[in-house]
């Protein structure tokens, strides 16, 4: 890729970026909510018969509750000690990044553990598990009416699929859960239309930014990557790749104090770049 295409691919992203709500193009342009389109469905179906019920009651789960500590502790891990996660802790952290607490109307809106534009959260959660108490090992799907998982599949390797998906970022075969973002494209697009866009990646950090302080305040770590293959993802998931794309992941597991320097690791050019 020569420099001027470089420069080329740069400024339509940035003028993308720049796209603002309906003060351009067609001033007579409508959404299909505005045009009274049907809605979409909320969520996604299960996909499996496998459903599984995820515990509510966190009253025993062992959770720091000072918010300014939770802010202050968060910080992005890479290194996680193999050791076990709870299906409690999982469910937290579940209910933390997508649970419903409510129903807006008869069925217009759910409103979320995050925020999202329009109440439209258009996401649904895919999670590749691997030694949490209680669950096989294996790729799941996140039901937030209900709050429930649905196994889709035992993968024969399922670190290589994790480390295949996240670009060859192998650090993450050892978390004990990674966390997979799709976009149900049509969600957003049947409130905002031509500009729901910009406005999906602002929130997939609403998501993830509960994720980190969730983790956080459970004494477990995680790192967000926006280095996924999302193809490979949607076809092992069963997405159809056009109306519902795989777009964000984070990895997590737990952690402990004395692999801090194993952490700093991972940055160790900056000391010998002089940067």
């Known amino acids: 890729m020569d420099e001027k295409m470089i420069k080329e691919k740069i400024e339509t992203g940035r003028a993308w970026l720049r796209t603002g709500y309906g003060k351009e193009g067609d001033p007579d342009y409508q959404t299909d909510q505005q045009l009274k389109k049907k809605q979409p469905p909320l969520v996604k179906e299960a996909m499996s018969g496998n459903v599984i019920g995820l515990p509510m009651d966190f ?57 999202c534009g329009g109440a439209r959260h258009p996401f649904e959660t895919y999670v590749a598990i691997q030694n949490v108490e209680g669950l096989k090992d294996g790729l799941y799907h996140y039901l937030p009416m209900g709050h429930k998982i649905e196994l889709l599949k035992e993968p024969a390797d399922l670190k290589d699929f994790i480390g295949t998906s996240l670009m060859g970022q192998v650090w993450a075969n050892k978390g004990n859960v990674v966390f997979y973002f799709s976009i149900v494209f049509y969600r957003s697009e049947w409130r905002y239309g031509i500009y729901a866009h910009r406005g999906l990646m602002t929130d ?18 995680g790192c967000a990557i926006g280095a996924v293959d999302g193809k490979y993802c949607d076809q092992v998931f069963g997405l ?10 984070m990895p997590a597991g737990t952690v402990c104090e004395e692999d801090k320097q194993k952490e700093q690791d991972f940055y160790a050019f900056v000391k010998e770049q002089g940067l």
């Not at 159809?240 to 992941?249: K, L, Q």
């Open 59 to 115: 009253e025993g789960i062992e959770a720091e509750t000072d918010f300014l500590t939770i802010v202050n502790r968060r910080s992005s891990h890479r290194v996680y000690t193999g050791k076990p996660m709870s299906l409690k802790q999982l469910s937290y952290l579940l209910w933390c990044i997508q649970g419903v607490k409510e129903i807006r109307g008869k069925s217009y809106a759910t409103l979320r553990t995050v925020p």
């Open 240 to 249: 159809d790749g056009e109306e519902e794309s795989i777009v964000y992941a």
């Open 204 to 221: 997939a950090g609403h998501i993830t930014e509960n994720l980190y302080l969730a983790l956080t305040a459970l004494g477990l770590g």
